[in-house]
């Protein structure tokens, strides 16, 4: 499987969290290249990709194996490794890339401080070159500096043969949705005309539905934000009767009907029903106002 591609793996000692984005002239990209399990480090397995690489890889550094030694033990079992590229981060985010020299030209990686870019098939060096600065000058929690670099790669030249699926995946311990599970975020585009673009706007979406609000949003329910509320509410049909301010209990009834309908549980609760955070209700004002 010829996974001709360009992605990047790293790790946030901030947020403890290890990452992968990605993006190919390939359908599906997201299930292939991307591993990552928090606490143990992350994959990016491609070129001729062996999908054991990841898992693999994955239990060696769970095993306590630095991202160097699972490298190592990755290739020196393969007979193909030099149609292999992968890129590894490790727990501590030691990093480590391997391009074998059977990969398509343009091929290379490039090592940084807690993070790895490769690719292969490559419009040129100056892709990597490029996904690297952005990652270490873009703002934003981890996902964003990720899809920022593949952003930049992309307008670098990306794959030589166009685009068509992109993808990030982040983990972090027990940031899954209800903390049950380490796999933060995990979102692709599987076949799109503007698959970077794409992911971007889905990686927004994520902050706007998962992210908890921070206490300097906190806007107060007074009259004139409760009349707002209850406008859109009578307007959407969520209740009827007079817009008068009054932030009652049947006010906020509805308004967690509507709430739950535009999947903004993380940003409003019956348990702190007298404030709204800013974001939720600049999104509801576009949407609903």
Known sequence: MNIHTFSIVAYD???????????????AVGAVVPYAQA????????AFAKLGYGPDGLRLMAEGKSA????????????????????IVDAQGNAVAHTGKFCHDWAGHKVGDGFTVQGNLLAGEGVVESMSRAFLTAEGELADRLVAALRAGEIAGGDRRGKQSAAVQVVRPNGGYGGDTDRYLDLRVDDHSEPVKRLTELV????????PPLKSDAIKID????????????????MSGTINGEWDEVCQQAFWILIANENLEMRWTRENSQVIDRVALDYLRERLG
């Open 39 to 46: 606490g143990v480090g992350a994959v990016a397995t491609q």
């Open 68 to 87: 160097s030694e699972t490298l190592r033990l990755l290739l020196e079992d393969d007979d193909l490794r030099e149609n292999r590229q992968v890129g």
């Open 223 to 238: 009259k004139d934000v409760a009349r707002e509320l209850q406008a859109m509410m009578v307007k959407h049909g969520y």
């Open 13 to 27: 000692a901030n947020e403890n969290a290890w990452g992968i984005a990605v993006s190919s002239k390939f359908p």
């Open 204 to 211: 927004d979406m994520h902050h706007l539905y998962f992210q």
